[in-house]
T-cell receptor, first 115, second 113 residues
Framework: NAGVMQNPRHLVRRRGQEARLRCSPMKGHSHVYWYRQLPEEGLKFMVYLQKENIIDESGMPKERFSAEFPKEGPSILRIQQVVRGDSAAYFC?????????????FGPGTRLTVT | AQSVTQPDIHITVSEGASLELRCNYSYGATPYLFWYVQSPGQGLQLLLKYFSGDTLVQGIKGFEAEFKRSQSSFNLRKPSVHWSDAAEYFCAVHSGGYQKVTFGTGTKLQVIP
């Protein structure tokens, strides 16, 4: 059973460009979470999605950031008009639809560098 | 709101020495607690978790952690550290259900020969 997959692993964007980060959850998992890790900091929650629904986006910046988890395909975290402060590692996690521990399984992350 | 405090930003230990990394949490009910390890440029690997039952939890790579409700702590221990244990360690708390995980700021472990 493959783990959570994220691509690309590394992404370089110039200021003002758009960044698209993809996350494929583990097989059978229908819950996806995105976290951001700024340099020298811990992971901070951004958004929680189920298929075709955003459940909790309390950690998402109000502007330029959006996320989706379509019926088919991976979850996408989109950052429009990137700025240097968006440089960070973005981690995706998934959890199964019914599990007593609700454990989240983390992907390897996408490291975004804004030049 | 739940929160996690890791009071030690950096810790240096000699190879073969014992290790204890501190973690304190704030949460009203019994939380789900985790320790993760992250090597430079890598993702998170789960070391161990506590949900209920025995308060001493065994994990991978020889790590263990003890849940102490009276102290709101979940400290990570290892009796003998190996050079390959050098990494950053994150304590995390989860309130159960489909909720976000709240992470501490991490402790960087350096192992010297």
């Amino acid at each position: 059973n493959a783990g959570v997959m994220q691509n690309p692993r590394h992404l370089v964007r110039r200021r003002g460009q758009e960044a698209r980060l993809r996350c494929s959850p583990m097989k059978g998992h229908s819950h996806v979470y995105w976290y951001r890790q700024l340099p020298e900091e811990g992971l901070k929650f951004m958004v929680y999605l189920q298929k075709e629904n955003i459940i909790d986006e309390s950690g998402m910046p109000k502007e330029r950031f959006s996320a989706e988890f379509p019926k088919e395909g991976p979850s996408i975290l989109r950052i429009q008009q990137v700025v240097r402060g968006d440089s960070a590692a973005y981690f995706c996690a998934s959890s199964p639809p019914a599990h007593s521990s609700y454990e989240q399984y983390f992907g390897p992350g996408t490291r975004l560098t804004v030049t | 709101a739940q929160s996690v405090t890791q009071p030690d930003i950096h810790i240096t230990v000699s190879e073969g020495a014992s290790l204890e990394l501190r973690c304190n949490y704030s949460y009203g009910a019994t939380p789900y607690l985790f320790w993760y390890v992250q090597s430079p440029g890598q993702g998170l690997q789960l070391l161990l978790k506590y949900f209920s039952g025995d308060t001493l939890v065994q994990g991978i790579k020889g790590f263990e952690a003890e849940f102490k409700r009276s102290q709101s702590s979940f400290n990570l221990r290892k009796p003998s550290v190996h050079w390959s244990d050098a990494a950053e360690y994150f304590c995390a708390v989860h309130s159960g259900g489909y909720q976000k995980v709240t992470f501490g700021t991490g402790t960087k472990l350096q192992v010297i020969p």
